[in-house]
C-alpha cells in the first residue's frame, strides 16, 4: 500500500494521481487517509511511468470541486473515479453508474453548502475605531461543512462594493481589502475573535422586526429546516427566537394565524381553519 498526504489540497493530490497513473498504481494500492494502520511499504519510482493518461477538462473539473467535500475517502474516491476514466470508462463520471452516484451526491452537498453561505451568512459593521485603515470594515463568522470558503467567497465583492471584509471560520478564513481576495488556511486567531466577538448595533431592530414578519399559521417545520439548517441557528441574529415561535407556533398561534402581540390587540379574532 503506498500511502500519501496531499494536505488537502487539490493541485497537490492532481500532481500525485498523475504521478501514480503514469506508473499504473491502481486505487486498491494507493491511499490518501492520514490514519493508514499500515505504513507505506511501496515507493514511486523517481521518474515518470510510460503511461499518459488523457482526461478530459469536464472530469477535472468535477474532480477540483468533489475535492472540497469534506468525508471518508475524500482523496481516494476521486483518485478511483480518474483511474477508471483514464483507462476509457467515462461512466464513471456519471450519476448511473455506482461510483459515478457518489461522486455526484457530493458534489450536490458541496454546491449545497456553497449556497448556504451565499444565504447565511450575516455581515456585522464595525464601529469605526475597529475599522480603521487596512481593518474590515465588515466581519462574519460561518461554519460550512465543506471546504467551501475559498471558492464561494468571491460572490460577496460584487455585493459588498469597494467595502472591506471579513469571513471567519473554525478553519480558513478570508479577508477583502477592498481590490483583491486574500485566503488563509488556517484563519488567523484575531480574525476569528473578530467575527466571534462583533457586536450588531442594529441587532435589535432587526430581532423587533423579524418577530414580528414571523407568520405562524403558514409554519411549516420540516420545510423550514430543509431550507434553513438548525445548525446555522446559532449564528443568526434571529437564531435564538426561532425555537420560541416554532413553540409558539405549534400550541396556538399556528391556529389563531397570528403572533401574540398581535393577538393581544383590540379587535375581531381571525380563525384561520375550517
Known sequence: MICLDCDDLFATWRQQARWLLSHGVEPSQVSWETAELFATDLELPATPGPFQARIPLALVEQLEAAARYRGEQR??????????????????????????????????????????????????????????????????????????????????????????????????????????????RQCPAPWQQLAREAEDPHGELWLTYYSHIFNPARLNTRAMQGHLPSRFWKHLPEGALIPGLISEARTGKQRDGQAGSVGARQGKRIITGG
Open 75 to 184: 482523496w481516494s474516491l476521486l483518485y478511483e473515479v480518474l483511474w477508471r476514466v483514464s483507462h476509457g470508462d467515462r461512466t464513471a463520471m456519471l450519476a448511473g453508474d455506482s461510483l459515478g452516484s457518489e461522486l455526484h451526491r457530493r458534489l450536490k452537498q458541496v454546491s449545497r453548502e456553497a449556497h448556504h453561505l451565499h444565504a447565511f451568512v450575516r455581515f456585522v459593521a464595525l464601529a469605526p475605531a475597529e475599522s480603521a485603515p487596512g481593518r474590515p470594515e465588515y466581519v462574519a463568522w460561518h461554519e460550512p461543512a465543506h471546504d467551501i470558503l475559498e471558492s464561494a467567497s468571491s460572490h460577496f465583492i460584487g455585493r459588498m462594493g469597494r467595502h472591506r471584509w471579513l469571513i471567519a471560520t473554525p478553519r480558513d478564513g478570508v479577508y477583502y481589502d477592498g481590490e483583491q481576495l486574500h485566503h488563509q
